[in-house]
């Protein structure tokens, strides 16, 4: 009973669990839950505000809600039922840890989807202390993604936010990707964020829109 341009043709459907008082007022009204795609075209940067949403869509939508910017910033996490052991398919703000409060067992699944920034983004997945001694080695005038604990250590810093509050780093990522995309750099370079919790839908984030993932094993060039 419920149309294919919501499933995909697939045989169940997502429905969106929303902590803002306006879309659980349009829910109660309309007695029925929300479903629908995110606010962005498939693989762009994804909006936190009306104006983001404005850039992306305009002319391809009727009428946009702004009930203000993205509280969090990121996108929400996607549990997927039909199964057993149940499938996170995106681990976004509401971390895995927390959902295995439920007494229920999980399966965590890369993010799957690819993020155009428009520039190289090239991300540092090591020991956080490794990644600023390698990234140091090449950074010369090359923007860094960092916190404020580690702005010193780069000529170029692009500073998302503090580590020891990654709730500011994911609020910004988005806004920050944005303005990099729109002062069109070669290429970025990314510290890791290995940080249990949002630090994980943080790192999905970074490998999402990575043109190359330096590890232990390899180096950057």
Avoid: Q
Avoid at 159 to 169: E, F, K, Y
Wanted: proline fraction near 6%; hydrophobic fraction near 40%.
């Amino acid at each position: 009973g419920v149309f294919n341009e919501l499933t995909g043709k697939w045989p169940f459907v997502a429905v969106r669990v929303p902590g803002h008082p306006v879309p659980i007022a349009i829910m109660k009204e309309l007695d029925s839950p929300i479903t629908g795609p995110s606010a962005n075209i498939s693989g762009r940067i994804s909006p936190i505000s009306a104006s983001d949403v404005i850039s992306e869509l305009n002319g391809l939508i009727d009428l946009l809600l702004d009930c203000g910017d993205s509280y969090f910033g990121i996108e929400s996490t996607i549990v997927d039922l039909t199964i057993s052991p149940a499938r996170v398919t995106r681990e976004g703000i509401i971390p895995v840890d927390e959902l295995r409060k439920t007494g229920l067992d999980f399966i965590v699944e890369e993010r799957g989807k690819k993020i155009d920034l428009g520039f190289k983004l090239i991300l540092y997945d090591m020991d956080l202390k490794r990644a600023r001694e390698e990234i140091s080695k090449v950074a010369g005038n090359k923007p860094v993604i960092t916190t404020e604990d580690g702005a010193h250590l780069y000529k170029v810093p692009v500073i998302l936010g503090r580590r020891d509050n990654l709730h500011t780093v994911a609020k910004s990522i988005y806004r920050v990707f944005r303005i990099l995309r729109d002062l069109n750099p070669e290429v970025v370079l990314a510290e890791p964020f290995n940080e249990p919790g949002i630090g994980r839908a943080i790192m999905g984030i970074l490998k999402a829109a990575s043109w190359r993932v330096v590890n232990e094993n390899s180096r950057s060039s």
